[in-house]
């Protein structure tokens, strides 16, 4: 007996499956399997559904259906992509793309910082107090491009506070984003204007809210962040985080972003 059923026996079991033409773009972007010992059989469609299945669902994984490959096989792929920088790759590569294919140039020169503080569950390391949203758990940092697409991602303790934890997100993009120049932040970045000046080259362009203003109010290219968290959100995996490693969340964002982004491409017919 097959321990799951093929593409072809039953299509498109679950809304977060791989269409053909998904599989087309993402198959060739993914890892070939090593030389030498034993063939691969494990079809990595089925996998990467597994993958998606769980961060669009927020289930455990235990709890995957059967009809993916074991539980056990789909976390293996999963935790081998996120050591040896697949995850990353595949995340930056759909991005560069989907930028080229909406008309941009694929290295932005504007962006967008911000953190979200959110709950954590089970034996996650590195949590925190963040007193001032009065959450114990981690915070999500991101740099986004005017798209809303993902530049750069760190997961940390809620107990850092933003300017601080903003220099871990500007480090990882320093030197690698050669047309960046300016980026806009709300005003708790203001103590790291002068350093991200000298040591990254870049403009921090601080918006705040008008002094006058009562109740909420969307503000000029900070909404553009915001969306983006909710994106995120629409994957139950990230309502909290579950992750024992910010390593792991951080690899989760990016996959539920890749996942956008392919779809994105596919809806638009778009092609490179």
């Known amino acids: 007996m097959k321990p799951y059923l093929t593409k072809a026996e039953i299509p498109q079991r679950y809304p977060t499956d791989l269409t053909d033409e998904q599989w087309e773009r993402l198959e060739p972007c993914l890892p070939a399997a090593k030389p030498g010992g034993r ?57 560069r793309a989907l930028r080229l294919l909406s008309g941009r140039n694929e290295e932005p020169s504007a962006a967008i910082l911000d953190s979200q503080s959110v709950k954590t569950a089970g034996k996650a390391e590195d949590k925190g107090y963040d007193a001032g949203k009065k959450v114990v758990g981690r915070k999500r940092h991101i ?6 697409l993902i530049i750069a991602v760190v997961v940390h303790s809620a107990a850092i506070q933003d300017y601080d934890g903003a220099q871990s997100v500007l480090e990882q993009v320093r030197g690698k984003r050669p047309r960046l120049k300016l980026i806009w932040a709300d005003s708790i970045y203001r103590h790291v204007v002068e350093w991200t000046q000298q ?50 969340s951080e690899a ?17 017919r778009l092609t490179w």
């Open 143 to 148: 740099l986004v491009d005017t798209l809303g």
């Open 199 to 248: 040591r990254c080259g870049w403009v921090l362009e601080i918006v705040s809210r008008a002094a006058e203003t009562v109740g909420f109010k969307v503000l000029p290219r900070r909404w553009v962040v915001e969306r983006t968290f909710g994106w995120i959100g629409r994957y139950r995996r990230h309502s909290k985080d579950y992750e024992t490693l910010t390593e792991s």
């Open 39 to 95: 063939p691969r059989t494990i079809d990595l469609r089925q996998v990467f559904n597994g993958i998606l299945y769980l961060e669009r669902a927020g289930c455990a994984w235990r709890m995957l259906p059967h009809d993916f490959p074991a539980w056990q096989t789909v976390y293996t792929y999963f935790r081998n992509w996120k050591r040896t920088g697949v995850w990353t790759q595949l995340h930056d590569t759909f991005q």
């Open 252 to 268: 989760h964002i990016r996959i539920a972003m890749t996942h956008l982004m392919l779809r994105r491409i596919t809806r638009n």
